[in-house]
């Protein structure tokens, strides 16, 4: 493959180079991006997928709304913008790290990712960046535009409310990369990590807020989540973009949202440090 | 049948050769599925019912519908991978060197024996939904309960085996199953919800609607749908046997990539 080129870094790493570091990690990024392109015609069938997953919504939900205007403060409008916009964004911050580390382990590759000479937690974020690149552009401005032409999605709030959303789900990209990576690395030790994939694939979608609004939740559950960094994923973006969470409410929420990442990121650090001295006991 | 108990214990010895793993791997996934219902429980603490279905019934439609799912998930993972492994790959050439049937030989070369999972959760939530509804349940319903779930395990077979079927005509992988499989979740609610035009297509064209929402009208005594009802070992029949002919057809369309 040519894009080999990028992993040997020119100098070595003590002496930090930005300019470097970026030109390395820009090389996962586009391996990332150039990997998702041959599977480019699967795209057109995830629109149908990302439809269809609104639509059942769109549908309880009108069900629901037929007795009541309005519940926890959501009218059917706004409801219908949360599911759509919700599903939107998640064919951006949506990715496979940890499945594709459970892959390279099955294939005896992850060896392979340990020689290089970057940080292996990086390169995989870097990576599925790259594919979140592609997915805007092949999936979800598509998809957008398909939810807009079929339901009445609402517009965002004001101009800065969607500013605020768009940095937001830009984040949530790097929280969903930290979960998975952390996830992945348990990859390392299990046979079978597909079990454990599913159970993590319903827990975000459903502790993200993405099939119902935090709000819905009994209030130990609200509180619980409060300290958690999942609701950081969906919800609390798609607030921003309803004008639920405004002004300097904004500010607030996208310092936790980096609080979280950095905290996540942390975590994965530590977690493959632990996984991947296991990797050598058993020879690779 | 006695080859069919052959392969099963073969794969099975294989899975449990790593104890750990497996009951790793079935509780987690039990522990997906149990996730699954947490949109009906969550809904349900700000709503009294879903259009005139109550928790308990829904509870019941969604457990229902887990029953026959896992079953097929039982044997449908070389279904997925069959483009991949059999087509691409060419591992279809084997196959017809034996002389067992190819269908066969596909379906049970690989067991999800993990899936079992959802024929328990299913079961248990159904029982459960049943005691506090206080639904009447006659001894012919034990039958009819087992006749629908096997109908609705052939329905999702028909139509997952037409898809696959498919490769033997296109090699490329376009990814039509996995937007399918995401109609399953349509039939977890009421088939009222919708509107004509998904109703008819979750009847007529992907009949996933006769593999849970029918059969689930009958079980608690919603009467609306008894004429669909008594269709459905009908409808699973005659999808199975067409998704046989495509396959065969395919069968014979078949020529090796030579690899």
Redesign the interface.
Same mark, same amino acid.
């Given at each position: 493959m040519a894009s080999t080129d990028f992993a040997l870094p020119a100098r070595p790493r003590s002496e930090f180079s930005l300019v470097a570091t970026a030109r390395i990690y820009g090389g996962f990024l586009r391996v990332g991006f150039v990997n998702t392109m041959a599977?480019r015609?699967?795209y057109?069938?995830?629109i149908?997928?990302y439809f269809?997953?609104v *639509?059942?919504y769109y549908? #309880?939900w009108?069900?629901?709304y *037929?007795?009541?205007v309005s #519940?926890?403060g959501f009218d059917f409008g706004q409801l219908l913008t949360y599911v759509a916009v919700g599903w939107t964004i998640r064919s951006f911050y949506y990715n496979n790290i940890d499945q594709d580390m459970a892959g390279q382990v099955l294939e005896g590759k992850l060896a392979m990712d340990l020689i290089k000479p970057v940080n292996t937690q990086w390169m995989y974020i870097a990576q599925a960046l790259g594919e979140s690149a592609f997915r805007l552009t092949m999936l979800t401005v598509p998809t957008a535009i398909v939810l807009l032409l079929v339901f009445p999605v609402r517009k965002p709030a004001s101009v800065g409310n969607f500013m605020g959303f768009l940095i937001s789900v830009f984040l949530s990209f790097f929280l969903v990369a930290g979960i998975n990576f952390a996830v992945g690395t348990f990859a390392v030790r299990?046979?079978?990590i597909?079990?454990?994939l599913?159970?993590k694939?319903?827990?975000l979608?459903?502790f993200s807020g993405l099939?119902?609004p935090i709000s819905?939740?009994?209030h130990v559950f609200q509180t619980m989540f409060a300290y958690m960094p999942f609701e950081y994923i969906s919800y609390i973006p798609v607030l921003i973009y309803l004008g639920k969470i405004s002004g300097v409410g904004i500010l607030k929420a996208l310092g936790i949202q980096i609080f979280w990442v950095a905290a996540l990121v942390a975590i994965g650090h530590a977690l493959w440090t632990l996984s991947s001295k296991q990797i050598t006991i058993q020879g690779g | 049948m006695r080859l069919f108990a052959l392969y099963f214990a073969q794969y099975a010895k294989v899975r449990l050769e790593y104890k750990a793993d497996f009951f790793i791997a079935f509780f987690s996934s039990m522990a997906a599925t149990v996730l699954g219902f947490g949109f009906v429980l969550v809904l349900f603490t700000k709503i009294p019912k879903l259009q005139d279905w109550s928790f308990y019934e829904i509870l019941f439609l969604y457990g229902f519908s887990l029953i026959p799912l896992g079953f097929f998930n039982v044997v449908s993972w070389n279904l997925y991978q069959f483009g991949d492994l059999y087509i691409i790959q060419g591992k279809f050439d084997r196959l017809l060197l034996r002389p067992v049937d190819t269908l066969f030989q596909v379906l049970f070369e690989k067991f999800r024996l993990e899936s079992l999972q959802e024929v328990i959760t299913g079961i248990f939530v159904v029982v459960v939904a049943v005691e506090r509804l206080n639904v009447p349940w006659p001894a012919v319903d034990y039958l009819w309960f087992i006749l629908m779930v096997a109908s609705g395990a052939l329905i999702y077979l028909a139509v997952f085996l037409m898809l696959t079927a498919v490769s033997f005509w296109f090699e490329d992988r376009v990814g039509i199953v996995p937007p399918v499989f995401n109609m399953l979740t349509f039939g977890r609610y009421p088939l009222t919800i919708y509107n004509v035009f998904i109703q008819f297509m979750l009847s007529w064209i992907i009949p996933f609607g006769f593999a849970s929402f029918y059969p689930t009208t009958h079980f608690l005594g919603r009467d609306t749908f008894n004429i669909y009802f008594y269709l459905v070992p009908v409808v699973a029949a005659s999808f199975f046997i067409l998704a046989l002919f495509v396959w065969n057809r395919g069968v014979e369309n078949y020529s090796s990539t030579g690899s």
């Open positions: 599977y015609l699967r057109y069938t995830g149908v997928t269809i997953y *639509s059942v549908f #309880i009108k069900a629901i *037929s007795h009541s #519940i926890e299990l046979k079978s597909l079990g454990l599913r159970a694939y319903f827990l979608e459903l099939l119902i819905f939740f009994p | -």
